[in-house]
């Protein structure tokens, strides 16, 4: 079964460390990879994406992610934490349909939370 | 810029009613989905529309149904709504020309059913 796994329900860090949001995943054939965050009440907003090509991807806000093919992971980094920062983070999977839209399945969600 | 439009943010419903949530998407997008979002479960896809008037059952559809009347609009009706059925409610939208899958997402509807 295809799916995607969060391992850490909360993480915390201190403003201005840097941060890291664990993912792994399960899929048939090349993955193709997100992350999304939200903020309190508000719908999830996208911050990038792993298709092909660099194993190091950069998103918005400054955050950038790791994919690593042997281990499964797609690992959510930023160098330098801000008290803004903290949100719920969703990594997702893209799973193929016989139709080319596809379909995301999400992880489980982690909640990040950066302290001054 | 894109924009994914859920009618409702917030909905308080009595067990039994029929409940209508609706979302318009403005960027001609082919792809429609219903997530629902519940706290240690992530999303869980509800329904998804590839195109108008086509449906397809996503993992939880029980005690669920859309309607695609029209590209733009993608709507989520729940029957006769239950308590187990509170929760958040997030539409997406997704282009399938040129899109590897990327959703946008609306600003969520959140329902609670006494």
């Known amino acids: 079964a295809q799916s995607v796994a969060q391992p850490e329900d909360q993480v915390n860090v201190a403003e201005g460390n840097p941060l890291t949001v664990k993912c792994t995943y399960s899929v048939s054939g090349n993955p193709y990879l997100f992350w999304y965050v939200q903020y309190p009440n508000r719908g999830l907003q996208f911050l990038l994406k792993y298709i092909t090509g660099d194993n190091l991807v950069k998103g918005s806000y400054g955050f950038e992610a790791e994919f690593n093919k042997s281990q499964t992971s797609f690992h959510l980094k930023k160098p330098s934490a801000l008290v803004s920062d903290s949100a719920l983070y969703f990594c997702?999977?893209?799973?193929?349909?016989?139709?080319?839209?596809?379909?995301?399945?999400f992880g489980q969600g982690t909640e990040l939370s950066v302290k001054p | 810029d894109v924009k994914v439009t859920q009618s409702s943010r917030y909905l308080v419903k009595r067990t039994g009613e029929k409940v209508f949530l609706e979302c318009v998407q403005d960027m001609d997008h082919e792809n429609m989905f219903w997530y629902r979002q519940d706290p240690g479960l992530g999303l869980r896809l509800i329904y998804f529309s590839y195109d108008v008037k086509m449906k397809e059952k996503g993992d939880i559809p029980e005690g669920y149904s859309v309607s695609r009347e029209k590209k733009e609009r993608f709507s989520l009706i729940l029957e006769s709504a239950s308590t187990n059925q509170t929760s958040m409610y997030l539409c997406?939208?997704?282009?399938?020309?040129?899109?590897?899958?990327?959703?946008?997402f609306g600003e969520g509807s959140r329902l609670t059913v006494l």
């Open positions: 997406a939208s997704s282009p399938t020309s040129g899109g590897i899958g990327e959703l946008f």
């Open positions: 997702a999977v893209r799973v193929s349909h016989y139709n080319q839209g596809g379909k995301l399945i």
